[in-house]
T-cell receptor
């Protein structure tokens, strides 16, 4: 079992709709959670981080964390064509010495 | 700060040759990570350092791969001998402390022919 798992997609979303991305992780003690966006041919860049259970909103993005169920999700509201990218979930397994591990990524396509 | 700096940006080499990738982390960052990205396997953690000390190298695929961090501002990833299956984009990233944002370099696209 991979430590961090994501559906590879592609997730096709019409412009203006909500894109919902999910990520599950193995239980390795306390963790920090991150969502990165990666455009084709570019390096990953941070969108959001979340440390506590519940929701965290930043503009059109909302991260949701449920440690009991071991999943973290990302919602993109009012999706724009410029949101088309691969979204990477990352987990910092602090109990394993701060091992920052990424999922395989979900490719999102926003269609005008 | 100029961010994480990697060199070279592109490298094409023949099978069997030695390849050295370089990384300069952001000043003041305590952690440095080396990742490899391919279409098939995604972004894989190869090795990471804390205060120049290797913490976990379990992701290094074979003995052909080695990494060093002689000081806080420089790290290398070496492949000797290189093989075609090593072709990938190699990223270096650094973080200030544990559990904080990782900043990535632009990556090195390695092609082994």
């Amino acid at each position: 079992q991979k430590e961090v798992e994501q559906n590879s997609g592609p997730l096709s979303v019409p412009e203006g709709a909500i894109a919902s991305l999910n990520c599950t992780y193995s239980d390795r003690g306390s963790q920090s959670f991150f969502w990165y966006r990666q455009y084709s041919g570019k390096s990953p860049e941070l969108i959001m981080f979340i440390y506590s259970n519940g929701d965290k909103e930043d503009g059109r993005f909302t991260a949701q964390l449920n440690k009991a169920s071991q999943y973290v999700s990302l919602l993109i509201r009012d999706s724009q064509p410029s949101d088309s990218a691969t979204y990477l979930c990352a987990v910092n397994f602090e109990a394993a010495g701060n091992k920052l591990t990424f999922g395989g990524g979900t490719r999102v396509l926003v269609k005008p | 700060d100029a961010g994480v700096i990697q060199s070279p940006r592109h490298e094409v080499t023949e099978m069997g040759q030695e390849v050295t990738l370089r990384c300069k982390p952001i000043s003041g960052h305590d952690y440095l990570f080396w990742y490899r990205q391919t279409m098939m396997r995604g972004l894989e953690l190869l090795i990471y350092f804390n205060n120049n000390v290797p913490i976990d190298d379990s992701g290094m695929p074979e003995d052909r791969f080695s990494a060093k961090m002689p000081n806080a501002s420089f790290s290398t990833l070496k492949i000797q001998p290189s093989e075609p299956r090593d072709s990938a984009v190699y990223f270096c990233a650094s973080t200030r402390t544990m559990g904080t944002e990782a900043f990535f370099g632009q990556g090195t696209r390695l092609t082994v022919v």
